[in-house]
């Protein structure tokens, strides 16, 4: 007797990762390099990264939004694939990143968008926020500080190198060590074990490069004038009361949770979840913040 075997044929899974594309676009005088995805028509969501990463961070998280959402994230000037000129022909401050992005998204056709920010991510995106009120539909915080009350305690030994650079090299020399950059990940949480080395040993070595010591150097000198605009960034969230979505590492010694909570008291109605994670949450809550920022964007446009 013969036996045959019915073969089940599954159907193609759609590929998410497949769709997203690299490039690079001459703006405001410097070759910047973006990551794109998702259906063109779709709502945007912009990335923007922090330190010392690039728009490679945010590889986990892309193919989980890009079946719905027009993701794009850029690298800043100085990090990742973006070209990186020396302070004397590109001024390196806060408000030249945001110039710099806000100018890419211009390039792009973008004129709404949803800004997703985390760490360096906060005053750039703040910035671009302050600037164009209107194009902003909604905000997404991850770690990203802009309360005092958020600042972990190794801030006032940086308030010390905003006093006197000359004086206190040895901050900058933490900033760009490998041991500050594995930190930056693991914070102090209890399962490092979660956390990919391949992340912060790529940083270091990107941070390393020839050029890099002076661009980090002078944006952690620029870094005081987020904390002298925390005033004025929270007096635009009273005023605005943009749709908000907060996602807060706990392990994060350098932003610590109090920063999160302050964005509450400012917008009432904004969702606030503190993450068993770090600085870098996507190292160890991929899915949960997946599923966190596409159930905030529905609700955003309930007709999706």
Known sequence: MTTTLATAVAAPVPSTTASTTFHWRQVDGVQLFYREAGPQDAPVIVLLHGYPSSSRMWDPLIPLLADKYHVIAPD?????????????????????????TAALLRELG??????????????????????????????????ANAYQEGLGKKWARIADYWASPAAHPEQVDAFVGYEGTRLRHLGNSPNPERYNPD???????????????????????????????????????????????????????????????GYKRDVP??????????????????????????????RLDPAR
């Open 110 to 143: 973008v004129a709404r968008y949803t800004l997703f920010m985390q760490d360096y991510g906060g005053p750039v995106g703040f910035r671009m926020a302050l600037n164009a009120p209107d194009q902003v539909q909604a905000i997404i915080i991850q770690n």
């Open 269 to 298: 109605g904004a969702e606030l979840h503190i993450l068993d994670a770090g600085h870098f949450a996507l190292d160890e809550k991929t899915d949960e913040m997946a599923r966190l920022v596409r159930g905030f964007m529905a």
């Open 199 to 261: 992340g912060w040993d790529d940083e270091f070595a990107a941070i390393s490069r020839p050029g890099q010591r002076e661009i980090q150097a002078a944006l952690l000198y620029d870094y005081r004038t987020n904390v002298q605009s925390y005033p004025q960034w929270q007096a635009w969230l009273r005023q605005h009361q943009p749709r908000m979505l907060v996602m807060w590492g706990r392990y994060d010694p350098s932003f610590i949770v109090p920063g999160a909570e």
């Open 76 to 100: 800043y000037p100085g990090f990742g694939h973006s070209e990186a000129p020396p302070p004397d022909q590109y001024r390196y401050t806060f408000d030249h990143l945001a110039q710099t």
